[in-house]
């Protein structure tokens, strides 16, 4: 059977429509520094996404620069501080031990406040900023061109302001999380501990969610922490003033369509595993494995009822 001129035309739209955000174009992360000081972005790519064209670069006070990823992307970006890669080769904060400005595949070492993203193949995107590795710096998230909730996050607040003694870090340029500061499986939800049920906030989650309220402050803190949005482009501010106007005109979401068991997006602090709720399979998503072949399988299945509806 010949296919005829409206059909082709008809087809390659459609394809077009379910790709044009994706596998070519992505998301443009655009980052900024508001800070009174040099920060060096760091940027950490999950298991099975691919390397952005950077790893880390130096962004002056005041300057701004973007990135590019495709969709299917998942990662993190955070902040470094105090870097001195022409003698001691390293940061204050937030370091990835690389001794370079690019941290080549190496993650923060904490504290530091993470932005974590998962670019949808089809669907959304969701995104978080965690404290729960610990802080060292403000950082907000925005979303723009997109569909959805696509609600502002972050924190704004200067936690190093307020960490309690026990969680500073020397010299006060960061606050540790109390999984980091005292290695217990109940701060780290760990062990017995491994799962939303038996893992509660605590008395140093709470600081951490009272001064930032739409950050991840522990492993399970979901509902009120991970923001989706479609087809939109982000930009990250380093030491934001204060939340933007429209993020003041935003309400504060119960949930993101994820219910308390977490969308497992979050990493848990200081082990490099994932807080993978229970039968939860964006976890996998968020962190690269498996499971995105289901976004795969999803986006196939798409195609498909596009065909069958454009031979009827």
């Known amino acids: 059977m010949s296919s005829s001129p409206s059909f082709i035309v008809s087809f390659f739209l459609a394809f077009f429509i379910l790709t044009h955000r994706g596998g070519v174009l992505g998301a443009t992360f655009t980052f900024v520094n508001k800070c009174e ?17 950077s790893t880390g670069f130096e962004l002056p006070k005041d300057s701004s620069s ?23 080769g390293s940061c204050a904060t937030g ?13 923060a070492a904490p504290p530091a406040t993470l932005a974590e993203f998962s670019l949808g193949t089809v669907g959304q ?19 723009s061109g997109g569909s959805g909730m696509c609600a502002t996050t972050g924190c704004v607040t200067d936690v190093n302001q307020i960490c309690p003694a026990e969680l500073r870090l020397s010299g006060g340029q960061a606050c540790r999380s109390a999984c980091e500061a005292f290695a217990k499986p109940e701060y780290c939800c760990s062990g017995e501990y491994n799962s ?36 939109a482009d ?17 309400t504060m ?7 308390s068991a977490g969308t497992g997006m979050e990493s848990r602090s200081g082990s490099g595993e994932t807080g993978m709720g229970d039968g939860s399979w964006l976890a996998g998503l968020a962190m690269g494995d498996s499971t995105r072949i289901l976004a795969t399988t999803g986006l196939h299945c798409i195609c498909g009822v596009i065909l069958l509806f454009l031979f009827l």
């Open 196 to 231: 939303p049920i038996t893992c509660k906030p605590s008395v140093y989650s709470e600081m951490f969610k009272s001064a930032c309220p739409r950050s991840y402050s522990y492993a399970y803190d979901d509902p009120t922490s991970t923001f989706t949005c479609s087809a």
């Open 234 to 250: 982000y930009t990250l501010t380093f030491c934001p003033s204060l939340p933007s106007q429209k993020s003041s005109k935003e």
């Open 66 to 88: 973007a990135l590019t990823a495709p969709t299917g992307w998942s990662g993190r970006f955070w902040g470094r501080t105090g870097c001195n890669f022409d003698e001691s």
């Open 253 to 259: 979401p119960t949930t993101s369509g994820v219910g």
């Open 125 to 143: 995107d969701f995104y978080d900023v965690s404290l729960v590795d610990g802080y060292n710096l403000p950082m907000l998230i925005e979303a």
């Open 95 to 107: 370091d990835c031990g690389s001794g370079e400005v690019e941290c080549n595949g190496a993650g």
């Open 37 to 53: 000081y040099t920060v060096w972005p760091g940027i950490l790519a999950n298991a099975g996404s691919p390397s952005l064209e």
